[in-house]
């Protein structure tokens, strides 16, 4: 039950990681685009902004404004943080050689730049310059270049301080636009600026200088327009710099004024010697646009594509995430399912067992792995031993019925006996009373009297034989009965152990009853998760239930069959006493037998004398008349224990016919 829960735990746990890796996938991509693309593009436009001011301090020294000192260390020293700059590019990008490729013939181009620089230097000299104009104009064009200036310094300022949650790509990128407007301004500034100077050295052609000093006031303009649009909810990078716009316009109206005065129109200049040095100014000027141009292309595509890996990866995840969402549902759908049918499999072996008219061969066998598979083997294991105690019990129950039917020999043997004796008893009292009604012709036939005795005699030791006999057989009856009743104590014990293997299954059942509502408890305090397992439990609980009822069946089986047992041992019991007593009479029996041969003897003998003792023969007679009666009384007395001795045996192998129809039930 726990798989399905852990499966999404791990789905879950999967899902967090994931989602760690894209964000420092995005961190280190904003990471790049902040370290490398974003300084890139910042030093290009700084070097494309020095070599304009290298251009400016250069046209300067063309005329006559200015120190020409400074103005040549100002052209030294901008002329090589352009080269410095963008070796910094190159630094910035060196894990994209891609990117600086078609740039390798800079430091080609800014060796051919310098040279012609430094000619136009040695061979040009300013003639006339506007002096006054040009410094008013200058103080608020500088005034303007220091505007800009701020504003980049305050904006790359606010951008070192971000913390990781306000540096999001598109605040970046937001500043990053601000900060090349200022700079794109700042650059047309200088070239205007440049133009302007042109002129009034009287470089290159007049219309077009005016034109392009024109066209780049005018991209200054709109550039610091663009950047009052995109700072607008920044009032802290807008406000301090309203007085911009009004104090361009002014310089640039009093600019153009000042280019369209005749004097600036009567400039000359020397245009083939700047014509080289504008053409490698030119072309170098090429190479940082497209460098700055490049990278801003390139990050933007590398912003695509982490956007498109992004997306990419999120689909991945949520695949994953359904996949994981439906194999946790299916596991727990199948398990407790699973479950469920082991729990229906056992519960119906168990009733088709307890249904199945005793039959202690069936097993369960059940293949699960689990508690219930382990019940299952408890239950086959239970009726393995109940198996051995109940053929036990059978086996006992063929020896009883082998014992009962030597019984019915051995009953039916005294029966014939007695008859015989009960016979011969008569038969010889008849005789006695014959030979009492004879006396009055005793006498006569006193040789016959002897010769009748001696055959008396015959008869009576014929008849104590039988006797003998007899007393023989009931002596056997009583050793078999006390074999029988060993064994009904030994199947009373046998009894007993099945009821002491009955307390210990029921415990069993107890225990997983209880187990079961635990189990319950549990399943309802987990709430929905818990609801298979619930049903489960519920299960067992039946099944516990169904096992405790079984065992008091079986329980109620056993107790009925020691009441037989006990009901048979009682009845073998006193058969085995009316044998003893038998035995006791046979004796009797055996002993007036003995009497009656020493007084037939003594008839034999005193029949010779009959004749002399006719009248002793007279009370002999009556004597011998009386030991017949007595051996009457004595044989029917056997006879009556005969008749108990079978209907002894009879209700015996009544109680053992009902014994073996219950044993008979377990097929074993």
């Known amino acids: 039950m726990m798989l399905p829960i852990l499966l999404l735990g791990i789905v879950l746990l999967g899902i967090f990681a994931f989602m760690q890796i894209m964000v420092k996938y995005e961190a280190k991509a904003m990471e790049k685009q902040t370290q490398s693309y974003f300084e890139a593009i910042a030093v290009v436009l700084n070097a494309d902004r020095d070599i304009y001011q290298a251009r400016l301090a250069q046209a300067e020294m063309l005329t006559d404004y200015g120190d020409k000192a400074s103005q040549q260390k100002d052209f030294d020293e901008n002329a090589k943080q352009v080269y410095d700059r963008f070796q910094k590019f190159r630094e910035y990008l060196k894990d994209e050689p891609e990117l600086l490729t078609p740039f390798q013939n800079f430091d080609q181009l800014y060796a051919d730049w310098m040279k012609s620089s430094k000619n136009i230097t040695t061979s ?7 002096d006054n104009k040009l410094q008013a104009l200058d103080k608020d064009f500088y005034t ?17 301080t971000w913390t990781d949650e306000q540096a999001t790509q598109e605040h ?9 407007k200022i700079l794109n301004a700042d650059r047309d500034m200088y070239q205007a600026r440049l133009a302007e100077q042109k002129i009034l050295a009287g470089l290159g052609d007049y219309a077009q ?3 392009d000093f024109e066209e780049n006031t005018l991209q200054t303009l709109n550039r610091f327009q663009g950047y009052l649009t995109l700072m607008e909810n920044e009032p802290n990078f807008v406000q301090p710099y309203q007085r911009f716009i009004p104090l361009f316009a002014e310089w640039f109206k009093t600019s153009l004024s000042m280019l369209e005065s005749d004097d600036v129109k009567q400039m000359t200049s020397h245009q083939d010697i700047l014509a080289q040095a504008d053409k490698n100014f030119s072309l170098i000027r090429d190479v940082l646009d497209q460098a700055g141009e490049m990278v801003r292309t390139h990050g933007r595509k590398m912003e695509q594509e982490i956007a498109q890996d992004i997306a990419h990866y999120q689909k991945i995840a949520i695949v994953i995430i359904v996949a994981g969402f439906i194999a946790a549902f299916l596991m727990g759908y199948l398990i407790p399912k699973s479950i469920t049918k082991n729990v229906t499999d056992i519960s119906q072996r168990i009733k088709e067992i307890s249904e199945g008219d005793g039959d202690l061969t069936a097993r369960i066998n059940s293949k699960s792995k689990d508690e219930l598979g382990d019940l299952a083997h408890e239950f086959d294991g239970f009726l393995t031993k109940l198996q051995s105690i109940m053929r036990v019990i059978q086996d006992k129950s063929s020896a009883l019925g082998s014992s009962t039917e030597q019984l019915d020999q051995v009953a039916n043997t005294v029966n014939r006996i007695t008859h015989v004796l009960v016979d011969s008893c008569n038969s010889i009292v008849s005789a006695a009373s014959e030979m009492s009604m004879s006396n009055e012709q005793m006498s006569s036939v006193a040789h016959n009297t002897s010769s009748e005795s001696g055959k008396a005699a015959d008869h009576i030791e014929q008849g104590r034989g039988v006797v003998g006999s ?6 056997s009856l009583v050793d078999n009965i006390d074999i029988t009743m060993t064994k009904a104590e030994e199947l009373e014990k046998d009894s007993q152990s099945i009821s002491s293997v009955l307390e210990v299954i029921r415990g069993i059942a107890e225990q997983t009853n209880l187990l079961a509502l635990n189990a319950a408890i549990e399943a309802a305090r987990a709430g929905e998760y818990g609801r298979g397992f619930a049903v489960v439990a519920d299960e067992v609980r039946t099944l516990a239930t169904q096992t405790g009822e079984s065992t008091n069946q079986i329980e109620t089986m056993i107790n009925q069959l020691t009441d037989s047992v006990n009901e048979a041992f009682n009845a073998i019991k006193m058969s085995k006493n009316n044998a003893t007593e038998a035995v006791s009479n046979f004796d009797s029996v055996i002993a007036v037998f003995d009497a009656l041969n020493a007084s037939f003897n003594t008839v034999h003998e005193l029949s010779e004398q009959t004749a002399q003792a006719t009248n002793e023969q007279s009370t002999v007679s009556q004597e011998i008349s009386q030991n017949l009666v007595s051996m009457k009384e004595q044989t029917d007395g056997v006879d009556q224990a005969s008749q108990e001795i079978r209907s002894q045996f009879n209700s015996l192998n009544a109680l053992y016919q009902e014994l073996d129809a219950q044993v008979s039930q377990f097929k074993v």
């Not at 007899?470 to 002596?475: A, K, L, Y």
């Open 470 to 475: 007899s007393h023989r057989t009931i002596d």
């Open 144 to 160: 303007l270049r220091d505007m800009l200036d701020t504003i980049e310094a305050e904006l790359r300022k606010e951008v070192t």
């Open 209 to 211: 200088n005016k034109k």
């Open 172 to 180: 970046l990128q937001l500043y990053l636009n601000a900060i090349a």
């Open 124 to 130: 040009y000299k300013a003639k006339l310059v506007v």
